[in-house]
């Protein structure tokens, strides 16, 4: 058993399901998805053969975490687990589901849409939960108006989820993973196309990361040198000056830093929507990183990779 089951996901960020009828599919459904850089995948228990296409994915396809859904009784929890599960997810949120599982050590994603859901199930020690259906139960603005009361909660919204309207989600730090069907297209399925299963993984993975220029940093020589820099960049260009510890901003274009930092002509913060899951991906690659900034809470805020470019030094930033 993996202990990290929700930490993969979290990293991961997409939660592909298989929902097939031919169990010998599903192996190779999961290895076209690890390829395209999605090492896990739920597998819906809506076949008769579903747990089987759930053991042939442990048993051919290690690498990728496999998880069972439409989980709706501990029973069918416990024949899941038996099969191979790593990880439980279930439409709506029944209680004796969650306990069995918590009891198992297994992780389990229950389904929530209301207030009320989230009551009973962060009074059951969860904090992630499948926001189900995502698309008719309010989107991401839902998902945001719950996050009033349950400021600690995240969400895996699923149900309706598409290329087309996936961004808003995968910017959110709300959203814990996206999990959807549109990540194993059917037709694809059908006529056992895994080079098309790979391009739409690798295509969810960049949405999900949404790489964009973040900023261009200054090595200024003094603190006053900075705060010079900043101001140069808010007279021209009307880009407002901000103070951080180690540096000032001017808007989000420019940061100018109070003493010479990585990098001989300064550095370039490439932003995206979550660090988390971009150095998942990045380290995957093989990518080193050097430095890691956290924030007083310990949540890496810039990641310094280990090489340089032009004489700048890049790193990840948030959007
Ligand atoms: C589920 O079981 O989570 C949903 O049926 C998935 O919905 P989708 O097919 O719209 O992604």
């Known amino acids: 058993m993996r202990a990290n089951a929700m930490e993969l996901i979290e990293q991961v960020g997409l939660l592909p399901l298989v929902n097939v009828s031919d169990p010998s599919k599903a192996a190779p459904i999961a290895r076209a998805l690890s390829e395209g850089g999605i090492p896990v995948v739920e597998v819906t228990l ?37 099969a191979g599960a790593e990880f439980i997810v279930s439409p709506g949120l029944n209680p004796s589901t969650v306990k069995y ?16 859901d989230l009551e009973l199930g962060t009074s059951l020690g969860l904090r992630t939960f499948k926001f189900f259906p995502a698309d008719v139960s309010g989107g991401l603005p839902a998902i945001n108006a719950l996050r009033g009361p349950f400021g600690d909660v995240r969400f895996v919204p699923t149900g309706g989820i598409s290329f087309e309207n ?21 037709g694809a399925v059908e006529s056992n196309d895994w080079a098309a299963i790979k391009r739409t993984a690798e295509r969810a993975v960049e949405a999900s990361l949404g790489f964009a ?47 010479p930092s990585f990098g001989r002509c300064g550095h370039i913060g490439i932003a995206c929507n979550s660090i988390t899951r971009a150095l998942y991906q990045l380290e995957r690659k093989g990518l080193k990183f050097r430095f890691f900034k956290k924030n007083p809470e310990g949540k890496i805020i810039a990641a310094y990779l280990e090489e340089e470019v032009g004489g700048f030094a890049v790193h990840l930033c948030g959007k």
């Open 101 to 116: 599982c918590q009891e198992n050590g297994v992780a389990i994603i229950p389904g929530v849409s209301t207030a009320s």
């Open 46 to 82: 809506r076949d008769k053969s579903a747990l089987e296409s759930l053991a042939n994915v442990r048993k051919e396809q290690p690498e990728t975490l496999v998880g069972a859904g439409t989980v709706k009784s501990p029973e069918q929890a416990a024949r899941a687990i038996e």
């Open 166 to 186: 996936m961004t808003p989600y995968a910017e959110s730090g709300a959203v814990f993973a996206i999990g959807g069907s549109f990540l194993t297209p059917k």
């Open 213 to 259: 220029m973040g900023h261009v940093g200054i090595n200024c020589e003094s603190v006053e040198e900075a705060k010079e820099t900043a101001n140069w960049f808010d007279e021209r260009f009307g880009l407002k000056p901000r103070e951080i510890d180690i540096s000032f901003f001017a808007g989000k274009a420019v940061e100018a830093m109070k003493k």
